[in-house]
T-cell receptor, first 113, second 112 residues
Framework: KAGVTQTPRYLIKTRGQQVTLSCSPI?????VSWYQQTPGQGLQFLFE???????NKGNFPGRFSGRQFSNSRSEMNVSTLELGDSALYLC????????????FGPGTRLTVL | QKEVEQDPGPLSVPEGAIVSLNCTYS??????FMWYRQYSRKGPELLMY????GNKEDGRFTAQVDKSSKYISLFIRDSQPSDSATYLC????????????FGQGTILTVHP
């Protein structure tokens, strides 16, 4: 069974631009969670989608948004990029429901110049 | 205070040693506990997933959860150089809807 895939793997943007990251979950998984990982703050939860609905959101500004499609694939968007948005963005999928057993993708490394 | 506290190390041990990694947490709603291993420039890999208190063993890995003291541990027996990585503990509540709360991670090096 294929794992979680994320595209692109690497991205370089400049301040003020926007970016869209994509995540394809494990087949049959309906929940997708997004995380930001930085050396200073570690892994921080951004939001979670289940059956195309955002069920939970972390403490990030509104510049960070996401969506989920009917095939469970998910995208996250960051608008008006800031230098501090440079990070590894990880998505994780799970079956959903009561389980929190999440499987991570390889991440997208975003560098903002 | 962070909800999950983890000593960042670094921790260096000789090959074959037993490694003990620990975390404490403050959120009483946590019912699910996980350990992930993350190699440099890779995504976290799920090692152990446990529900509530108790022990769980999988090969060389044993996870322990003590909800009374809000303490979670991961033991690695017969450690190998390939175990060198960052180990992340995480907790989640029953209605956390996809939110895992992570510790800072412990950097482990197993030297031959």
């Amino acid at each position: 069974k294929a794992g979680v895939t994320q595209t692109p793997r690497y991205l370089i943007k400049t301040r003020g631009q926007q970016v869209t990251l994509s995540c394809s979950p494990i087949s049959g998984h309906r929940s997708v969670s997004w995380y930001q990982q930085t050396p200073g703050q570690g892994l921080q939860f951004l939001f979670e989608y289940f059956s195309e609905t955002q069920r939970n959101k972390g403490n990030f500004p509104g510049r960070f948004s996401g969506r989920q499609f009917s095939n469970s694939r998910s995208e996250m968007n960051v608008s008006t990029l800031e230098l501090g948005d440079s990070a590894l963005y990880l998505c994780a999928s799970s079956l959903g429901g009561d389980t929190n057993e999440q499987f991570f993708g390889p991440g997208t490394r975003l560098t903002v110049l | 205070q962070k909800e999950v506290e983890q000593d960042p190390g670094p921790l260096s041990v000789p090959e074959g040693a037993i490694v003990s990694l620990n975390c404490t947490y403050s959120n009483s709603a946590f019912q699910y506990f996980m350990w992930y291993r993350q190699y440099s420039r890779k995504g976290p890999e799920l090692l152990m997933y446990t529900y509530s208190s108790g022990n769980k063993e999988d090969g060389r890995f044993t996870a322990q959860v003590d909800k009374s003291s809000k303490y979670i541990s991961l033991f690695i027996r017969d450690s190998q150089p390939s175990d060198s990585a960052t180990y992340l503990c995480a907790g989640a509540g029953g209605t956390s809807y996809g939110k895992l709360t992570f510790g800072q991670g412990t950097i482990l090096t197993v030297h031959p």
